[in-house]
Nanobody
Framework: QVHLMESGGGSVQAGGSLRLSCEAT???????LGWFRQAPGKEREGVASISRRAAGSSDGTVYSDSVKGRFTISFDNAKNTLHLQMNGLKPEDTAMYYC???????????????????WGQGTQVTVSS
């Protein structure tokens, strides 16, 4: 059974940084892991994803245009933990952030060519101006 547990959300001022973490257990068949976010009244959108098999290569990560150059996704194989380093945060980054795993049941989201159907509970990120 896939279990994803996020941590690291919080409140910061614009320009600040936060680091999100997600402990991934049971996600043996999920090559791609990712971060999505959902602001009130908006659709859940992909932020960044990483291929565990291709980690470290130029083809191993995907970023949305809105976070490219500010956010960095990484995966610690030894600890089965996904990270999202968020720098230069803006008020428009305010949202609930979800860790996601490839495959899983219907009703998920596509991002960067992968389907994500496994979800964590989410962690809130609030950026004030």
């Amino acid at each position: 059974q896939v279990h994803l547990m996020e941590s690291g959300g919080g409140s910061v001022q614009a320009g600040g940084s936060l680091r999100l973490s997600c402990e991934a257990t049971g996600a043996t068949y999920s090559n791609w892991l990712g971060w999505f976010r959902q602001a009130p009244g908006k659709e859940r959108e992909g932020v960044a994803s990483i291929s565990r098999r291709a980690a470290g290569s130029s083809d191993g990560t995907v970023y949305s245009d809105s976070v490219k150059g500010r956010f960095t996704i990484s995966f610690d194989n030894a600890k089965n933990t996904l990270h999202l380093q968020m720098n230069g945060l803006k008020p428009e980054d305010t949202a609930m952030y979800y860790c996601a795993g490839e495959w899983g049941p219907p009703g998920g989201r596509n991002f960067g060519g992968a389907y994500f159907g496994y979800w964590g509970q989410g962690t809130q990120v609030t950026v004030s101006s």
